[in-house]
Structure formats: C-alpha cells, structure tokens
C-alpha cells in the first residue's frame, strides 16, 4: 500500500505479485503436506524453504511472461559459456546494452523467470538487454555465480560493444 502512494502502477503490479505469491504459497504447503504457517514462520528447514521460493517463482514467471508482447525478440545466446538470453523491441540500437543480472540473491531466478525486467526496460528504454542465466546456489556456490557474470560481460566486449555502451544492471 505504501508503494501504491509514490507510484500506484508500481503497486498494482507489486499486489498482484504479492496474490500470485500467496497462492502459490499455500499450494506448494498443501503439496508438502505442511502448515502455511511453519513456511511463514521458518520452522521447515533451509532446501525445502528455497524449493518453495523457486516454485512461488515459477509461478509468478508464468504470470508475468503471458503478458510480454508479442513485438518482444528473445533469442538465447551462449555468453562466454554462460547461458544467456538477449531480450528486446524492434529498433532498439545494437550498440547500446544493458546488462541484466537478475535478482533473487544467486539462489533463485532463471532466464525464463527473470524475463519480465528485461523485457519492461527493453520496451521503456529501446535498449537490447542481455540477461545473464548465472549459476545459482547453494548447488553452483559462489564464486561460480560471479564467475559467470564476469565471463558473460567478457563476451559481451567482443560483440564489438563499448564498455561506455553497456549498463550493468
């Protein structure tokens, strides 16, 4: 609600999410055959709380991504050995980038559940974003996430992009 005050777009989008969480929540509960309040409360151990955030994850994705249009380019690429999608408008400028590096603290998020960011700054800004598909934790520990991030920004140097033309995001 407080969101909603400072940008009502921003917070319609934020309650939609926070619904779709709250589902999704409560069906992987009832699948694991616990509480929805030991989820809340923390009382399950740590891989089965990140298994829940991963599957809310999913599902919000599956929200979000029925929603990209269909003017939208994602074309999977192989940055430097780091699975990558670019993801953009027509006419954006070859030339300019940014660089997507999803959130979700290197545990949680894939290309195809962190596609709506770069696909809204692609839309808003005309820019081609590359989303970076970094290896997650705790099965890939740091500094793999990092690793990939830096080999992927690498590569991207030698698509003939200026490092002046690039935004890390």
């Given amino acids: ?19 779709i969480s709250e589902k999704a929540a409560q069906k992987f ?28 994850n999913s599902i919000i994705a599956l929200d979000t991504n029925n929603k990209i249009q269909n003017e939208i380019t994602i074309e999977r690429v192989d ?3 780091v699975e990558s999608e670019w993801v953009y408008v027509p006419n954006t400028d070859p ?25 809204l700054f692609s839309k808003e800004t005309n820019l081609r974003c590359l989303n970076i ?10 500094p793999n996430a990092l690793e990939d991030s830096i080999n992927a920004y690498k590569w991207l140097l030698t698509q003939d992009i200026a490092p002046k033309n690039i935004i890390i995001c």
């Fill in 1 to 19: 609600l407080e969101v909603a005050k400072v940008h009502p777009k921003l917070g319609k989008i934020l309650e939609i999410e926070a619904n």
């Fill in 29 to 56: 509960a009832d699948n694991q055959g616990i509480s929805r309040k030991d989820l809340t409360i923390k009382a399950v151990h740590g891989p089965l709380l990140l298994k829940m955030h991963r599957y809310i």
């Fill in 79 to 81: 940055a430097g050995g």
């Fill in 95 to 119: 030339k300019k980038v940014l660089f997507h590096l999803f959130g979700g603290g290197y545990v949680i998020g894939n290309l195809e559940t962190r596609r709506w960011i770069p696909y």
């Fill in 133 to 142: 598909g970094y290896r997650l934790a705790p099965e890939f520990p740091y």
